[in-house]
């Protein structure tokens, strides 16, 4: 009886599942790591109210990332030049230090990693897998040229061989046993983009973590993407077409990077600005990309929320004498977010409708409160009434887009910050209904209001919170 073939085939890009035939209890881990986060995700879904899922869903998370990561490890030592294996790894690193950077961890009480360590340790794996990747593409391409070459030797020979020299001895393997055989999708340039693009995403992550802390000097991070990424990352965009992705993916990084230098005291304020305006020149001129639309809003709002920290820890640079000249930069930037907002609502292409019209009305929520901060802005005191009017008006649509998307944690924030503005207004009966329906929440919301500046003290005495 002929012998069978069992193919075994790699996904075509990375993925939270390897292949490892030779580490069944690898595999396993990283299929129901998935499936786990899967059925979370819709159990929450369902029952959006249940305290226990969202109660016990960051620890267990960590319990699920900790094993795939063990799994990971294990899988590593018998397979050491497995690039998908070297990537998913960095991606588990990076799961968990996202996880853990959060805070979500702090109510389970559970004690974990330093994520910077964790951080650190994904871009050395990805770094790794990245030169395994270039390795690995450079032999294929040279075995294919040799192959080329050797085709072409062969047919010039077969053109003049009879074909009295033609038979040869047939012969068929018989073996009872099955054969493995491991199909390895080549390595392309694409391959090496998505693994530069991991480090760049990585290296964001960690300007996000040292901008929080505001101790860490973040100028390793600039050294390392200059040293290893930046020219690799610009060859492989143009040669895969995927220049837009590249340009979207790196003006985040340096967004991300001035903020972190700014949180440090290492970069001044015109600088920070001038950053942020050059990493995304020319990708919103046009507003033809919702994403890139959104994202320059979220630099701008990182800005706004940055400066409004450092105001009060004490004056910045020239802004001695008070924080008259900072209202004027931050509602200049508060009003380029919203431009930007509003422009991507307009669009196809734009995701997440909800949040894009929640951070409309966030943004008229600073602007207004430009106006009660102890240099109050001209502006800001006269436009109030029409600030908070536009600001229902964006957290009412929010609340509506929300609903016939199903998206509950959305319709919550929006339709709760929608009643809070009405009570601002005059209206304290809709608050007060939120209230009696559901008082933890709408605690939380309005708390989160407070500490980012959305609300004042005289806003919770004015609502009688």
């Not at 389970?108 to 994904?122: I, K």
């Not at 503005?421 to 809709?430: C, E, F, H, K």
Request: contains cysteine.
């Amino acid at each position: 009886m002929a012998g069978r073939w069992v193919v075994a085939t790699k996904p075509l890009s990375h993925s939270m599942q390897p292949l490892i035939s030779t580490a069944g209890d690898a595999q396993k881990s990283a299929r129901f790591f998935v499936r786990a986060l899967d059925d979370y995700d819709k159990g929450l879904k369902e029952f959006p109210d249940s305290l226990d899922l969202a109660y016990n869903k960051p620890g267990d998370l960590l319990a699920l990332l900790q094993t795939a990561l063990v799994s990971h490890r294990y899988a590593l030592h018998i397979s050491q030049d497995n690039a998908d294996l070297l990537f998913n790894t960095g991606q588990v690193l990076t799961s968990l230090a996202e996880l853990i950077s959060e805070g979500s961890l702090e109510q389970t009480g559970v004690s974990s990693a330093d994520p910077l360590y964790l951080y650190q340790e994904a871009l050395e794996f990805f770094q790794s897998c990245l030169s395994l990747q270039e390795y690995q593409l450079t032999q294929a391409e040279a075995e294919a040229n040799a192959s080329a070459r050797g085709s072409m030797d062969v047919e010039q020979r077969d053109a003049g061989v009879g074909e009295g020299n033609s038979s040869v001895p047939n012969r068929q393997a018989s073996s009872d046993e099955d054969h493995w055989a491991t199909i390895v999708e080549p390595v392309t340039r694409n391959t090496l983009l998505d693994s530069l693009l991991a480090q760049v995403e990585t290296l964001t992550s960690v300007c996000g973590l040292l901008s929080a802390r505001g101790t860490d000097d973040p100028g390793w991070v600039e050294q390392y993407y200059q040293s290893l990424l930046h020219e690799r990352i610009m060859l492989a965009a143009k040669e895969t077409g995927r220049y837009h992705e590249f340009t979207l993916t790196t003006a985040k990084f340096r967004c991300a990077l001035a903020e972190a230098g700014f949180s440090t005291a290492r970069l001044d304020i015109s600088t920070y600005e001038r950053e942020i305006a050059a990493a995304y020149e020319g990708l919103v001129d046009s507003p033809i990309d919702a994403e890139a639309l959104c994202d320059r809003a979220d630099a701008e709002l990182a800005f706004h929320a940055n400066i409004r920290k450092s105001l009060q820890r004490g004056p910045i640079g020239a802004m001695q004498e008070s924080g008259a000249a900072s209202n004027v930069i931050r509602w200049k930037h508060l009003t380029r977010a919203l431009d930007s907002l509003t422009a991507a609502s307009k669009l196809p292409s734009a995701k997440n409708l909800p949040r894009i019209h929640l951070r409309r009305g966030d943004c008229e929520m600073h602007r207004r409160n430009l106006g009660s901060t102890p240099s109050a802005y001209d502006i800001a005191v006269k436009s109030a009434p029409t600030l908070l009017k536009n600001a229902e008006i964006f957290y009412r649509g929010a609340a509506k887009v929300a609903n016939v998307e199903a998206a509950h944690e959305e319709e919550v924030e929006a339709s709760t910050k929608e009643a809070v503005v009405a009570g601002l207004l005059g209206s304290l009966n809709r608050l007060q209904e939120k209230a009696d329906g559901g008082k933890a929440g709408v605690e939380e919301i309005v708390g989160d209001m407070v500490e980012e500046g959305l609300l004042s003290q005289d806003d919770l005495q004015k609502m009688m919170i």
